[in-house]
């Protein structure tokens, strides 16, 4: 009789298969604890790169007086001009788009030298009557970014963000040193604090500094919004006069300077 050895076969045994399964779901419990923290700081980092990208886009508008720049009324939602002396603000909504509770209702943005001109109103406005506070805000969908989001379809779901603009006549001096009539100082020092009075004037009306502030992402919430994130500043020197038109826009001229005797 011829007895036949069979070879041994390599195998995993059941207790070797349950230990695998056992180290690889404490890696994917691992992995998945920190996948939501990847993709956090992925968003978080395209909303920053988005908003500073707008920022400069912004900044240079205004800064040049653009009056061209039409394309804007497909990403700006609505602007809401609010003065000290009235209790609501005036809304200016793009196409479509209803107005907020409470508003005022203004013009349908429809071109681009009215958005501009819009975000270019002076914070202060100085009437007989006394100072005019304004704060300007604009809802506005993302510029930049990507491709797929400037479809009809899919502009909802587009990155948007709040915008204020803050235009402010330059002041670089200290209130003692421009006040010629302040009592028991020499002709001297009135002769030259009267001098620096006439340049802080002309250079108030000639002279800007311009301040935006984006925040983002806003939620549309009914007709209102929730702004989250946290808020980025942008600033820049404006040289120029700023002309006011007679239905309230404001422009800058940068080739134009005022002069105060």
């Given at each position: 009789?011829?007895?036949?050895?069979?070879?041994?076969v390599?195998?995993?045994?059941?207790?070797?298969?349950?230990i695998?399964?056992g180290?690889?779901?404490?890696?994917l419990?691992?992995?998945?604890?920190?996948?939501?923290?990847?993709?956090?700081?992925?968003?978080?980092?395209r909303?920053?790169?988005?908003?500073?990208?707008e920022?400069?886009?912004?900044?240079?508008?205004?800064?040049?007086?653009?009056?061209?720049?039409?394309?804007?009324?497909?990403?700006?939602?609505?602007?809401?001009?609010?003065?000290?002396?009235?209790?609501?603000?005036?809304?200016?909504?793009?196409?479509?788009?209803?107005?907020?509770?409470?508003?005022?209702?203004?013009?349908?943005?429809?071109?681009?030298q009215?958005?501009?001109?819009?975000?270019?109103?002076?914070?202060?406005?100085?009437?007989?009557?006394?100072?005019?506070?304004?704060?300007?805000?604009?809802?506005?969908?993302?510029?930049?970014?990507?491709?797929?989001?400037?479809?009809?379809?899919?502009?909802?779901?587009?990155?948007?963000?709040?915008?204020t603009?803050?235009?402010?006549?330059?002041?670089?001096?200290?209130?003692d040193?421009?006040n010629?009539?302040?009592?028991g100082?020499?002709?001297?020092?009135?002769l030259?604090?009267s001098?620096l009075?006439?340049?802080?004037?002309?250079?108030?009306?000639?002279?800007?500094?311009?301040?935006l502030?984006?925040?983002?992402?806003?939620?549309?919430?009914?007709?209102?919004?929730?702004?989250?994130g946290?808020?980025?500043?942008?600033?820049?020197?404006?040289?120029?006069?700023?002309?006011?038109?007679?239905?309230?826009?404001s422009?800058?001229?940068p080739?134009?300077?005022?002069?105060?005797?």
């Open positions: 009789m011829r007895i036949v050895l069979k070879k041994a390599a195998a995993f045994t059941m207790v070797e298969v349950a695998s399964l180290v690889i779901a404490i890696a419990v691992a992995i998945l604890g920190v996948l939501p923290t990847g993709v956090r700081v992925q968003r978080d980092n909303e920053d790169t988005i908003l500073n990208q920022g400069v886009i912004w900044l240079e508008a205004i800064r040049s007086g653009s009056q061209g720049l039409d394309y804007l009324t497909n990403y700006v939602d609505m602007i809401s001009v609010l003065g000290s002396r009235s209790a609501n603000p005036t809304v200016f909504p793009g196409p479509g788009v209803p107005f907020p509770p409470s508003a005022i209702q203004g013009d349908v943005l429809t071109n681009g009215q958005i501009v001109g819009l975000l270019t109103t002076p914070k202060y406005i100085f009437d007989p009557v006394g100072t005019i506070t304004n704060r300007i805000t604009a809802f506005v969908r993302a510029i930049t970014g990507s491709a797929t989001e400037k479809s009809k379809s899919a502009r909802d779901m587009a990155f948007a963000y709040q915008l603009s803050e235009v402010v006549p330059m002041n670089v001096y200290p209130t040193a421009t010629f009539m302040a009592s100082i020499s002709p001297a020092i009135v030259g604090r001098n009075w006439r340049m802080a004037r002309n250079e108030a009306l000639n002279f800007y500094e311009l301040r502030t984006l925040r983002g992402p806003v939620i549309p919430k009914g007709k209102n919004y929730d702004v989250l946290t808020p980025k500043t942008f600033r820049t020197l404006i040289s120029g006069a700023v002309f006011t038109t007679k239905n309230g826009a422009f800058v001229l080739s134009t300077f005022f002069q105060v005797q």
